[in-house]
């Protein structure tokens, strides 16, 4: 955005959307009682059980308000190839001209906040600021957990006016009048028409993502959709990692996971779940910053069997979205435990029929990630941690073995452009349906995925010693439509594999597809799993890839001449090691 201070910006949308008040944020302990204080009076959030759940609140959002909904989400540029085909796009003008209108008088007898926000550690060279204009509580009080509001923002700004702006209105809630609007070349966001997550708290997807990969392209380094964790080995080293996925495939519960080796010796800390700010140190070292202060978790599927640590993080100071509640006035999601007795209200504020899940599958916690108890001793680190290995995954029931490890850095950035994966409940839409989302990045590159793939394979040379790459499939199922792998804590024998591999060991076969753990390589000790269904996990299914290869030429044809030739000839040097013919 061009040099505008933070108040002349406020003044200006404050004459257009004509709220009735101003709250300037400041990220204050009082200042979080009050919003929530004002979510319960207002009715958009309910108390929970304060023995329990202390301070914890429940938002149940509009029915047709649950979700990313990619199809209204724009990048908006003066050329829309810079763009690519993978995004939408409008131009500049035309968004402003359509778009400005919903946002005239929107704030009409409501609370203007304004909340100046930090993205990444305090006194971080790689941290940056944003600000966002709400009139919604709700994402007020969510911004508090998520990001670092007030003071953090405000020193970091240091009487500049770098930051990014980001305008939300919740409008009338009508997906015909909801956009969620980037404009990279000014560094700004305007987001009208929901009220819900990754369209609404503007640090996360909007800015975080889709705004600073665009910057990443620019000035050098990567904002990536990552977890980042800590591997503890029995010597106490801990080896950092980070592992794209895309929505709801994981990431949460790899970062925060309970290994089922902890008695070895292995044992995995958290430094971040969904985002990385990844950056070149001045000795050719990959780092990795975690530029959020809080989680915005999946809901069902989180239990003291899948996710314990979860479970004693949100257990206080815990926003739940779209969950179920029950006669005890305690949150509730299917995967938690057996359904409580009692009548269970659920999501949409009914009593709950069981017709249908009480909690919406893309229910969600926002929870601070100090509380978690594994958090890594360096999260908060100005310089982030060094990464060693960079693990892509998602959900594949079929071909995609338990883990692969790529021939190159080259190799790798084919892996991850090229990566299928099941659709899942946290964008609007059809679920369970395979497209390519590269680097689980398909809805959050802000620029021409070609070039971000061109960028990938450029900071492979700016790397000392890159990180190896790997990819991993969780979700692989047999004829019965069951999960062949356990999952969960169990992946920690996957890591184990990763770590020993980084550190020359480990033994592997070269395939067709890159480096497969030989049949003893995986530590499976103490694990109940059938010598088959290791089989089927750890070969190459040559026909699936041979059919794979065919849906990566198709993709990768939309981007035309933009496309790196190095992936051209990725694809072509796969088809030839699987001996095609044609
Ligand atoms: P976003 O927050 O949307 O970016 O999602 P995420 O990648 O952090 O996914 P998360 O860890 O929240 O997991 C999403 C769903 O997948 C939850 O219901 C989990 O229970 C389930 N899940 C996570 N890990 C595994 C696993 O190893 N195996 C199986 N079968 N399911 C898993
Ligand atoms: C995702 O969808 O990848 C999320 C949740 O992490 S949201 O913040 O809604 O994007
Ligand atoms: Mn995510």
């Not at 035309?94 to 409501?110: I, N, T, Y």
Request: glycine share 10%; aromatic share 10%; with cysteine.
């Amino acid at each position: 955005m061009g040099q505008r201070s933070i108040e002349q910006w406020v003044d200006e949308v404050a004459r257009q959307t004509k709220p009735q008040n101003i709250h300037w944020c400041d990220g204050s302990k009082a200042e979080y009682e009050q919003l929530t204080a004002t979510m319960v009076s207002k009715k958009v959030a309910l108390k929970l059980n304060e023995k329990t759940f202390p301070n914890c609140y429940l938002h149940r959002s509009d029915a047709t308000d649950v979700a990313r909904t990619e199809n209204l989400t724009f990048i908006c540029t003066r050329t829309k190839d810079d763009v690519g085909p993978t995004n939408n796009w409008m131009d500049p003008k035309e968004a402003k001209e359509k778009v400005g209108p919903l946002f005239d008088g929107s704030m009409k007898g409501r609370t203007m906040y304004v909340i100046p926000y930090l993205m990444g550690p305090v006194g971080s060279p790689y941290s940056k600021v944003g600000v966002e204009i709400t009139d919604s509580v709700y994402v007020a009080a969510n911004m508090h957990i998520m990001t670092r509001v007030g003071k953090p923002a405000l020193d970091h700004l240091a009487g500049s006016d770098d930051f990014v702006p980001g305008l939300h209105s919740m409008g009338d809630l009508s997906p015909e009048r909801r956009f969620i609007l980037h404009f990279p070349e000014e560094k700004l966001v305007w987001s009208v028409g929901s009220g819900y997550g990754g369209n609404a708290l503007l640090g996360k997807k909007c800015f975080a993502l889709r705004i600073a990969s665009w910057m990443a392209h620019n000035e050098g380094w990567m904002a990536e959709h990552m977890l980042i964790l800590g591997l503890e080995d029995p010597s106490g080293k801990k080896t950092y990692m980070t592992a794209a996925f895309p929505s709801a495939s994981g990431k949460t519960n790899l970062a925060m996971m309970v290994s089922s080796l902890e008695s070895e010796g292995y044992k995995v800390w958290t430094v971040g779940d969904d985002i990385a700010w990844l950056h070149v140190d001045n000795e050719g070292q990959l780092r990795a910053i975690n530029p959020e202060a809080g989680f915005f978790g999946v809901a069902p599927g989180t239990g003291n069997s899948t996710n314990p640590v979860a479970m004693k993080t949100i257990d206080r100071n815990t926003i739940f979205t779209n969950v179920g509640l029950t006669d005890k006035n305690e949150p509730w999601w299917e995967g938690m435990s057996a359904p409580p007795p009692g009548e269970i209200i659920d999501w949409n504020g009914h009593p709950w029929d069981k017709k249908a899940p009480a909690a919406h599958p893309n229910s969600r916690f926002t929870t601070p990630a100090r509380q978690c108890p594994i958090i890594d001793s360096e999260w908060k680190n100005p310089q982030g941690v060094p990464i060693s290995a960079i693990i892509f995954g998602s959900r594949r029931s079929i071909t995609v073995p338990l883990v692969n490890q790529a021939f190159n850095w080259e190799h790798g950035v084919f892996m991850g452009s090229s990566m299928g994966a099941e659709t899942t409940a946290a964008a609007t839409g059809k679920i369970g349906v395979m497209r390519r989302d590269p680097m689980a990045m398909l809805p959050f590159c802000g620029y021409n995925m070609a070039d971000y793939f061109g960028h990938w394979l450029e900071m492979g040379k700016k790397l000392k010693k890159p990180p190896l790459i790997f990819r991993v499939n969780w979700f692989r199922k047999d004829d019965n439509g069951k999960f062949l792998w356990p999952g969960f804590g169990e992946n920690i024998r996957v890591l184990k594999w990763i770590l020993e591999r980084v550190r020359g060991g480990g033994e592997a076969a070269e395939t067709q597809i890159g480096f497969l753990p030989s049949l003893n390589a995986l530590d499976l000790h103490g694990l109940d799993i059938s010598n088959e269904a290791m089989k089927t996990l750890t070969q190459v299914d040559k026909d699936g890839w041979l059919r794979a290869a065919d849906g990566i030429n198709e993709f990768y044809s939309g981007f035309g001449k933009r496309l790196p030739k190095e992936l051209h000839n990725q694809v072509s040097d796969l088809r030839k090691r699987l001996g095609a013919t044609h």
